[in-house]
């Protein structure tokens, strides 16, 4: 079975004026750490591919073996799998033949019919949805003799939510975004080094001090080379589906997302849940730490005062992990139990928790009865993002239904708010609300229909198969 799920970071860049790029690199995949913490891999040309399990920022025990790793032109990955082992051989970049190594963000869904083509003509085992679209690149590439023209051909066979970087054995370097724009991908530039980066996020671009650009667009590729940039758009134009969960949870707070600030956006998610859900409370205490601007955004709208009622342990070893994207229920429990309650904030106050949204609820339960035992006066929660009932395909962990808890506790159910209050007795607060895709797309800015609400409404309509684009519709960069 073929690992099909690879969500994580990827960077990009290439130098016109010769500067050493991997350090530049190695910094922008720390500011995406929270889109991976499995494992991370570098690719520069004319060098084996360096992969290491754990954390990128670990990289320094490494420095012996990085120390010739040097060059102009660099790509780097993070990965945060969701199917598949969590073992070296599927960490990424990958190389494919002498040609060039690749990396990838998303989810094909349909990979194994990809590996099983590419597999039979390589003779190579394609086990990641990364290796196979590698090679099936690598097909059209031989045959059309260009990167733009093989992309293009190997998207019609694409079906899934994707962002690459590849670089190629000359030192040519192209990043691309799939048609409906799933994933978030920027374009940065350094002026004093005159460097060209792309990133999964703009807070990778901040961290070494390029200036953003743009997104991409979806359904872009762009290739930087000693000329500079190139832009080819290798699909026509289509409604996008940009993931909902990116603005709510996943991306950086500091990062700004297809024209929006993923900051802004969680704190007027905060105000739309305080005007659809009134209640007396003491306290708002925000779930640390993605939830902490939606938190902020309530209390605001209400008046209730928040506090930091809960905190991390940033002292162990996990103490700045995300629980969410661990690859195992025991990881998460680990980091979830290292989330302490402040007493003097909690005891005797009615409390209001504010998370950015419940998946399988376990981490939730934890919570609740901690603040309990801290001696609150009653436990309610309202969070950011809508019930969750259906698996993503598209590059989120939510594999499959019987793990989501809103289905497994109200299967059939239509009224959002018994829904809800299966919920709230499943995981032991008073109250419980859920945000809906109105609230939740108005608070973001963009339309609900610009935006993939597939895991709360079941609707997969826009994974299907994409027209090729017309040679008049060319990306200028």
Not at 214 to 227: A, N, Q, S
Request: hydrophobic share 40%; charged share 25%.
């Amino acid at each position: 079975m073929t690992d099909k799920k690879e969500k994580c970071g990827i960077v990009a860049a290439r130098s016109s004026s010769g500067l050493d790029v991997v350090p530049g690199v190695l910094k922008a995949l720390e500011a995406l750490q929270h889109r991976g913490q499995e494992s991370w891999g570098l690719a520069v040309e004319g060098r084996p591919v360096f992969r290491r399990m754990g954390l990128v920022t670990d990289w320094p025990l490494y420095s012996d073996e990085l120390a010739g790793f040097s060059g102009q032109s660099a790509i780097g990955h993070l990965r945060y799998s969701t199917k598949g082992r969590s073992v070296l051989d599927n960490a990424q970049p990958i190389q494919i033949g002498s040609d060039f190594s690749i990396a990838h963000n998303g989810t094909i869904v349909n990979a194994d019919s990809l590996s099983a083509e590419a597999g039979d003509e390589f003779d190579a085992p394609c086990d990641s949805d990364t290796k196979a679209a590698g090679y099936r690149l690598l097909h059209h590439l031989r045959l059309t003799g260009s990167m733009f023209g093989a992309f293009e051909k190997l998207s019609t066979e694409l079906v899934g939510a994707y962002c690459f970087v590849i670089l190629t054995s000359n030192g040519d370097v192209y990043a691309a975004r799939d048609p409906r724009g799933y994933r978030p991908l920027s374009l940065g530039w350094i002026e004093e080094s005159k460097t060209l980066v792309a990133a999964s996020e703009s807070c990778a671009l901040e961290s070494i001090g390029a200036a953003f650009v743009r997104d991409i667009e979806p359904g872009e590729m762009v290739m930087f080379d000693k000329e500079g940039i190139k832009a080819h758009r290798f699909s026509a134009k289509v409604e996008p589906a940009h993931c909902s969960f990116e603005f709510t949870y996943f991306a950086h707070p500091s990062s700004r997302i297809n024209g929006v600030s993923v900051y802004e956006a969680r704190k007027n998610v905060g105000r739309a849940l305080a005007r659809r859900f009134r209640t007396d409370a003491d306290v708002v205490v925000p779930v640390p730490d993605s939830a902490r601007p939606a938190a902020l955004g309530y209390a605001l709208e209400s008046g209730i005062p928040m506090d930091e009622g809960l905190m991390k342990d940033r002292y162990r070893r996990k103490g700045s992990i995300r629980s969410f994207i661990e690859p195992d229920q025991g990881g998460r429990d680990e980091i979830v139990k290292r989330i302490i309650p402040v007493r003097d904030v909690i005891k005797g106050k009615r409390v209001v928790v504010i998370d950015d949204s419940l998946v399988r609820g376990t981490s939730s339960k934890a919570i609740v009865d901690s603040l309990k035992k801290a001696g609150a006066k009653s436990v309610k929660m309202a969070v950011t993002f809508p019930a969750i009932r259906h698996p993503c395909y598209m590059g989120i962990d939510f594999p499959t239904k019987d793990e989501l808890l809103a289905h497994r506790v109200a299967e059939g159910e239509t009224d959002p708010g018994k829904t809800a209050d299966k919920v709230a007795k499943e995981i032991g607060v008073d109250e419980f609300y859920y945000n809906d895709i109105e609230g939740l797309s108005e608070a973001i800015g963009i339309p609900k229909d610009s935006l993939c609400f597939a895991c709360v409404n079941g609707d997969y309509s826009k994974l299907g198969a994409l027209p090729q684009a017309r040679p008049e519709e060319r990306v200028k960069a």
